[in-house]
């Protein structure tokens, strides 16, 4: 059964403490891809990548980093530098990342709440 | 600067009527354009897309139309039925480059 998972599904952290958001796919898909849904706002991008051990900043990159060491995992941590932390984030994968033609898919998504 | 606008939050629909969702861009260089469904605390799933050389694709229920001219594009969705209430994110690339979605559409489908 392929697809993107997503944990948890639900996080609360303190104010100041970084965050790991854990995404994981079996699709075998090169390209990952992390973005943020802030209410009334369209997706953004935060970080991508198009094969292991590479990555390159989205439009909001500020304050979050990513690793990819495997090609099934692509985990985003939520440092305390990022300023407004509480979100909706997304986790995505596609084929191989080469624009609009390659479809993305979607995981479930994690909502962070900094308190 | 938004590149990709849905200048309408919501909309309502009553169900079996047609659901037209609008979308338009700024950049002339977008070739290709994809239209996600996403229901709440969910991903968005991809619905249906159209490359910029063509002007309408059709999908069962579901067309989109593009007019490069007025760089617009529009989303059908003819009957509506209930579970098609979701927000609607409009999307666009360029060759090669990352996808810039809109803010989204939240329609509606009332009995």
């Known amino acids: 059964d392929g697809g993107i998972t997503q944990s948890p599904k639900y996080l609360f952290r303190k104010e100041g403490q970084n965050v790991t958001l854990s995404c994981e796919q079996n699709l075998n898909h090169d390209a990952m891809y992390w973005y943020r849904q802030d209410p009334g706002q369209g997706l953004r991008l935060i970080y991508y990548?198009?094969?292991?051990?590479?990555?390159q900043k989205g439009d909001i990159a500020e304050g979050y980093s990513v690793s990819r060491e495997k090609k099934e995992s692509f985990p985003l941590t939520v440092t305390s530098a990022q300023k407004n932390p509480t979100a909706f984030y997304l986790c995505?994968?596609?084929?191989?990342?080469?624009?609009?033609?390659?479809?993305?898919?979607f995981g479930p998504g994690t909502r962070l709440t900094v308190l | 600067d938004q590149q990709v606008k849905q200048n309408s939050p919501s909309l309502s629909v009553q169900e079996g009527r047609i659901s037209i969702l609008n979308c338009d861009y700024t950049?002339?260089?977008?070739?290709?354009f994809l239209w996600y469904k996403k229901y709440p605390a969910e991903g968005p799933t991809f619905l249906i897309s159209i490359s910029s050389i063509k002007d309408k694709n059709e999908d069962g229920r579901f067309t989109v139309f593009l007019n490069k001219s007025a760089k617009h594009l529009s989303l059908h969705i003819v009957p509506s039925q209930p579970g098609d209430s979701a927000v609607y994110f409009c999307a666009a690339s360029e060759m090669d480059d990352k996808i810039i979605f809109g803010k989204g559409t939240r329609l509606h489908i009332l009995p």
């Open positions: 950049n002339s260089m977008f070739d290709y």
């Open positions: 995505a994968s596609s084929i191989d990342g080469t624009g609009g033609t390659d479809t993305q898919y």
């Open positions: 990548s198009q094969i292991v051990n590479d990555f």
